[in-house]
Structure formats: C-alpha cells, structure tokens
C-alpha cells in the first residue's frame, strides 16, 4: 500500500470494531494508532456506511445468515469493487464477486 501498487478499503464500522478493546483498557496510544491508521488517504479509503450498503447488507444476511456487522462488511466490499476481502472472521465467506481470505493463511 506504501508503494501504491495496492489500495485498500475498509467500512466507517472498522473503527468502532478495533477501539473497543483499547477503550476498554483505556489504552489512549492505541486508540491513537487505530485512528491515525485508519485515516484515508491515498492507499486506504474509509467508506461511508449507507443506505445502498445497509439494504446489500441485508440482503447478504438474508442469504447467508452473517451477522450484521460482517454483512456490512462484505456489502462494502462490494461497493467499493473490492477483488478481495481480507478477515480474521472464518464466518465471512466467499460471497458473490469477491474472495475472501483469511489473514492468518497470509503468513
């Protein structure tokens, strides 16, 4: 991503995903580092949660059962025309036009 020879694109619901824990442990510095992370910018979008993604996410539900939050997932992936999906959720499955892998079978 660095490099710009790969883009990435992640739901406006990562962040409230990641900063549970460090809120929890009243970690400040990781709450940072997610935020900072998570700033768009040329290699990362952060898209939008909308309604066009709330009905794909509830069509994707009624289909696959998934839980809201990883439909809203896979519904953004989607929009945003993402080859791939990257998770550590082995619920998330592949879903019309797009893979998805998991990142532990990345290492």
Known sequence: MDQGTLSAA?????????????KQDKNAALVNEYC???EP???????????????????IRAATGLKLPDAIHVATALAMQCDTLLTNDRAIRATRGISVRLLSDLE
Do not use: H
Not at 10 to 22: D, G, H
């Open 41 to 59: 910018s040329a290699a990362l979008t952060l898209a939008p949660i909308t309604q066009a993604i709330l009905i794909e996410a509830a069509e």
């Open 10 to 22: 992640t739901s406006e619901l990562t962040l409230a995903e990641v900063l549970v824990k460090p």
């Open 36 to 38: 900072d992370f998570l």
